[in-house]
């Protein structure tokens, strides 16, 4: 059978059982999955009507989730060992769904999505797989929020999404998101002294949707900017983007020059004693505010403000 990924948008091929097979082996040999069930209230219930072959009466069922096992209810089959299974399909194609307690569900996306056989697949795909082998209620709606929620898919668009940008586009005509960022200082703190306090923040703030971070920092040297954009921001935004910062002598400095030129980032120096040009700026007037009331309001002891 072959099916479109919505989420990647390309024809995926024939369809492979592998990952579900593989979680389905893990779970299997994680848990007692008779127990687990017994432990899940809508599955005890469902276990039951199939252990007496009493027909559920639905007028007495509020449970949306113990509904939907109602509705199932000739499907349900019970294993020789206690397990509650669906069966689907026919012929060559029938099979027995486990059904899934909701305290496994994360588990079961979570290996069925990351597992090495799979990779991280689109939602659609990852349904597909947990389709095969598992039943839950909502299972597409679970699986769809899940794999849109995972950091490693969602830093991987942003890679693809910054890697489209033109090598050398520096201009305010840029509309590619995460393509060009603002980065400043803010600080040092008052009263924030002594060895190891983090005095400053470093921020940057992409400048087509505005979305900042910051970074408590203990001194405003080029290592230290390095060492965050090098472990946490490039990690997650790629390479090859525009920073544009001020001429502050962290960013002059051969060593940040250098060490950002060799991972293929531009720079931009926006005019000395002008911070208004960098919009950065207006970040850091929330963010100043931010930090004080919190330090005033709240008895954040100032080494503490971070
Ligand atoms: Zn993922």
């Not at 190891?196 to 290592?223: C, S």
């Amino acid at each position: 059978m072959i099916v479109q990924d919505q989420a990647n948008d390309f024809p995926v091929g024939p369809e492979d059982t592998s990952a579900s097979q593989a979680t389905q082996d893990q779970l299997h040999k994680s848990y007692r999955m008779p127990d687990e069930q017994a432990r899940d209230p809508a599955l005890h219930i469902a276990k039951d009507w199939v252990q007496k072959k009493k027909l559920p009466d639905m007028s007495n069922i509020t449970d949306p989730q113990l509904r939907r096992y109602a509705t199932l209810y000739p499907k349900l089959r019970l294993t020789s060992d206690g397990t509650l299974f669906l069966e689907e399909g026919t012929g060559d194609d029938q099979r027995l769904r486990l059904c899934v307690p909701a305290a496994l569900i994360a588990e079961v996306i979570r290996c069925l999505h990351q597992h090495p056989l799979a990779g991280h697949l689109g939602r659609y795909r990852t349904y597909l797989q947990a389709k095969r082998r598992f039943y839950w209620p909502n299972m597409h709606k679970h699986i769809s929020c899940a794999v849109e929620g995972c950091t490693t898919c969602r830093q991987s668009k942003e890679r693809k999404a910054t890697k489209q940008v033109p090598l050398g586009q520096t201009s305010t005509k840029e509309h590619t998101r995460f393509a060009k960022f603002y980065c400043d200082l803010v600080g040092p703190w008052p009263n924030a002294r002594g060895p190891g306090t983090k005095k400053y923040l470093l921020t940057l703030q992409d400048a087509v949707t505005k979305y900042p971070e910051a970074w408590a920092i203990t001194d405003a040297t080029a290592e230290n900017i390095i060492r965050v954009l090098t472990n946490e921001f490039f990690p997650r935004y790629g390479v090859g983007m525009t920073i544009v910062s001020d001429q502050g002598r962290q960013f002059i400095s051969t060593l940040f020059q250098h060490a950002v030129k060799r991972l293929g980032v531009f720079t931009v120096k926006t005019q000395a004693y002008e911070p208004k040009t960098n919009p950065v700026e207006r970040l850091h007037r929330t963010l100043e505010n931010v930090i004080r009331c919190s330090m005033e309001n709240e008895k954040v002891h100032p080494t503490q403000w971070h």
